[in-house]
């Protein structure tokens, strides 16, 4: 069995030996990233607790297939898991926000996780152009710069490829089964 | 799913704001009973949060009921046994003092730091006040700014720029900004920070204000950050009575840029 094979089943059947290896494992480097981006170790424990609870149930109930290794896996759901607190706290700040119980919180960040992972999935399909001019906007690219990296003969000429890179992505994005599960009802 | 070219066309003016009122409600009054096109338009504009490193925020459409029985899933019980076992480990690691011999250089060290760490934290109760030139030691950090490096290597030049900003080289930095600068047509909040700081590392100090009061005055969205540039500023001339006024402004606001920083800041600074 391959490292990545033996860490999935160990955690889908629960082997505490296993969780201790991947403790002993991984934990450091998300621990680094928390504490690097304003969190405290515990909120590191939380997340990669959060984490590991989140990948078990999607490999029991959802038919997750982790297609890179475990570890990069672990660490991407990590990274979204403390990005998504930040981002909480954020909004926080301002408003008074009625507290979801922690289960609760826990569906929307699984289901935060699916979309994005359903975004970044479909990206890879555009064109390399489209990838391109779109990975330059996303980074805050203005349409000038734009212009003059792909030799576009206007502005105009830019924001329409943009708009018809963008509307192939949307239609991507909407065209998968996965999309339609986790669309409004 | 696919739109005519009209609807395409009607898309796009609609999300770039280009409509005049009664088109806009048009629209609008289209969307509210197409809800094909709905979903297109509120996807199309996710795209931006979800792709952007830096205001990343994804939204997930699932429906109450969905959330409520995928609530339940973290509710059963071999999901609880495991959130138990992995709360034991990381139980059992924080109280482990030394576990065998593996495990003792990494304890050594992270004892030395938390007891560093300790005494920092001591250092700062004790002697709350330090000096403008302390402090800006202690919180100018330039690894914080945002990077041109992209997957691609179209822009070279800037890239360029910041290797040289980042080994120091300011002048060089600040001639190759200060003509990219030159040639955009929108301000670009990004370059303008980098040039800022350019100066304030050469002690141009005067040119550096003046950046940031632009960058200020600038319809970027994160014009804010201004605030904490001038403070830092004002700190690296030694002038404490000024930084504070800057820190005093960006703390009227939570959502400025480094209000933690600021607020802490101001607790210490003599």
Redesign the interface.
Known sequence: MSNDAHFIEGLRS?E?TV??EI?NQFFAKVKTFVLRNKGAVTDA?DV??NA??QI??RLK?RELEIKSSFEAYLFTTCK?LW??EL?KK?VT??EVVELE????E???A???????EL?IEK?QLLSENCR?V???L????????IVE?FSYSSKVVA?QRV?KC??K???L???DAKFSK???? | MSFDDKTYEQIASYLNNQMNEAEKSTFEALLKNDTELASFVETFSSLESVYNEDTWTVKSNASVAEVKALANEFRADDVLALSKKIRDIQQTENNTTSSGNRKSYFYYISSAVAIAAVMTMFYFTFMQSITATDAFEQYHDWSTLSSFQTKSDTLNNLVNAENLFQQEKYQEALTIFEQSAKKDAIYDPKKHLYIGISYLELGNYHEALQTFDALLNSDALDNHKAYWYTALTYLKQNDAKNAKKILKTLVQNPDNYNYEKATELLKKLK
């Open positions: 629960g505490k969780l201790q403790y424990e990669f607790h590991l609870i078990y149930i109930k979204n990005r998504r981002n954020r700040k301002q119980d922690k289960e609760t826990n569906a929307f699984l289901l935060e996780q699916e979309q994005w975004y990206f391109k779109l990975t330059l996303f980074n805050g690219t203005s349409y000038e710069e990296t924001r708009f963008k509307a992505l949307t239609k994005i909407q065209g986790i669309k409004k009802l």
